[in-house]
């Protein structure tokens, strides 16, 4: 059967997708290759609202763009302040941890989106403020702007993973200093590859000889801009380079703004139709994410059936994923992805009617 993946994990990819990763793979040198590299980092550009020179398709997933920009800012014994709401929040400040930071937690309960004064009063000079924008463990948005916008001297590091795409991202209007994002979510393109932009400011401070080599952002700098003469550093994955080009192509073909419509209208019909169901949604209103939906998992289960029991059975019998908790939610919340392409309201009565039958509601 084929499958509607409505998890927090990857969504189905546009049609122009399926068509990228089937065309004949090109050497990563190619001229041809180059140019399609260059148009899909002004692509990135255009999603993310930023004229940053240093924008880019990083090899890796999402977590290889959240390593990058902390090896690549963070001096050893550096104040960084980290926003913890949740399981990427975690993850921020364990990467920032391991590239030598001196992390300053400023935390929310996971469910509550984080206080951006307390971000940016937690310390009297960090080097770098870094929070999670779409918090996809409990479907929580982070307002990233306003820690931006009091941010001083430090630099902002944007988690816009779940968000990019899907809501609004404006890394230039808002001050961010670094984004990084995935291509699986509401880009809509396959995983394997992490959105990154980097601004002008960040750029005078990326550290020398960061703790990665894969990941330093000076040298994949000089292999990605064309000024200077390409450089080789790594073969780029031409491939998804191509599936993630092809994904931004269909995004703005469609409208950036009707896309993120699209999300917004599919995620408050999925929230309405889930709470006529009787069930509670975790994140509070005004603070919620139409493209990650948190939904507590009731203790009344028709036939003592468990979470992971109606999971599995949505996925038998419908074909519809949804995805489970995360870390200290797991087995209390379902995550429902509605992004990229998968966010379409027939997507949304589906899992709606299939919710209806197998929760007996
Ligand atoms: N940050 C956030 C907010 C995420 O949701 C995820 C993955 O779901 C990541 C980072 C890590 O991305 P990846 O799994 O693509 O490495």
């Not at 997708?17 to 399609?36: E, I, K």
């Not at 001297?153 to 990084?180: F, K, P, R």
């Not at 801009?225 to 993630?244: D, F, I, K």
Request: proline content about 6%; aromatic content about 4%.
């Amino acid at each position: 059967m084929e499958r509607l993946l409505m998890g927090p994990g990857p969504s189905n990819p546009y049609p122009e997708v399926a068509a990228a990763l089937v065309r004949p793979v090109t050497g990563h040198l190619d001229p041809a290759f180059l140019d399609l590299l260059d148009e899909t980092c002004e692509r990135l550009r255009t999603v993310f609202a930023t004229g940053n020179a240093l924008t880019l398709p990083l090899s890796g997933t999402g977590s290889a763009g959240m390593e990058a920009a902390m090896v690549n800012l963070v001096e050893p014994g550096a104040p960084v302040v980290v926003g913890v709401n949740g399981l990427f929040g975690e993850r921020i400040a364990e990467v920032a941890r391991r590239a030598g930071a001196d992390v300053v937690r400023v935390e929310a309960p996971w469910g509550e989106p984080l206080d951006p004064a307390a971000l940016v009063g937690a310390h009297p000079a960090p080097s770098v403020i870094a929070l999670v924008h779409a918090e996809t463990s409990t479907g929580v948005r982070n307002d990233v702007a306003a820690v931006a916008a009091g941010k001083g001297d430090a630099l902002v590091v944007a988690d816009v993973v779940t968000s990019l795409g899907g809501i609004e991202v404006a890394v230039d209007e808002w001050g961010v200093d670094v984004a990084y994002s995935c291509s699986q979510k509401c880009l809509g393109a396959p995983p394997g590859l992490a959105p990154i932009t980097v601004s002008d400011r960040a750029r005078s401070r990326l550290v020398a000889n960061p703790r990665s080599w894969y990941l330093d952002l000076s040298l994949i700098a000089a292999y990605v801009e064309a000024g200077g003469g390409r450089t080789y550093h790594h073969t780029a994955p031409v491939t998804m380079v191509s599936a993630l080009h092809g994904a931004l192509g269909a995004v703005l073909a469609e409208g950036l703004d009707t896309v993120r419509e699209r999300h917004r209208r599919c995620g408050q019909a999925l929230q309405d139709g889930l709470e006529r169901l009787g069930l509670r949604l975790l994140a509070p209103e005004g603070h919620r994410l139409p493209q990650l939906t948190t939904v507590v998992v009731p203790d009344d289960l028709p036939g003592g059936a468990s979470e992971a029991d109606v999971r599995r059975r949505l996925l038998q019998d419908w074909g519809v994923e949804i995805g489970s908790g995360a870390g200290r939610l797991a087995g209390k919340v379902w995550r429902i992805g509605c992004m990229g392409h998968t966010a379409r309201r027939r997507n949304v009565d589906a899992l709606l009617a299939a919710l209806a039958e197998v929760l007996d509601r």
